[in-house]
Nanobody, 116 residues
Framework: QVQLVESGGGLVQPGGSLRLSCKAS????????MGWYRQAPGKERELVAT???????IYADSVKGRFTISRDNAKNTVVLQMNSLKPDDTAVYYC??????????WGQGTLVTVSS
């Protein structure tokens, strides 16, 4: 099984930046894709960005040009660099991995609040 630990959430002013990190442990060799999703109050969970082995990242239109996802396979870590944050980015952010067999594993979530 894969376990995920997220870090980096918090309170930031509009226009500011935050960096989220997710470290995987366990059967990490089985991981294909690593990504970030978010869920705002009263809304459904949505994709933010994802990156699969050997592929280019995929971003939600709402974050293109502001967020960057990167992956360090040696450290089994995926990072989401978030710049130019807006109040609409306020949400709980979840790390997710997909194994080559299709198994999904979710992190516990980290809260990002963008407010002045």
């Amino acid at each position: 099984q894969v376990q995920l630990v997220e870090s980096g959430g918090g309170l930031v002013q509009p226009g500011g930046s935050l960096r989220l990190s997710c470290k995987a442990s366990g059967f990490t060799s089985r991981i294909n894709a690593m990504g970030w999703y978010r869920q705002a109050p009263g809304k459904e969970r949505e994709l933010v960005a994802t990156i699969s082995s050997g592929s280019t990242p995929i971003y939600a239109d709402s974050v293109k040009g502001r967020f960057t996802i990167s992956r360090d396979n040696a450290k089994n870590t995926v990072v989401l660099q978030m710049n130019s944050l807006k109040p609409d980015d306020t949400a709980v952010y979840y790390c997710k991995t997909n194994s080559y067999s299709g198994l999904e594993v979710w992190g516990q979530g980290t809260l990002v609040t963008v407010s002045s």
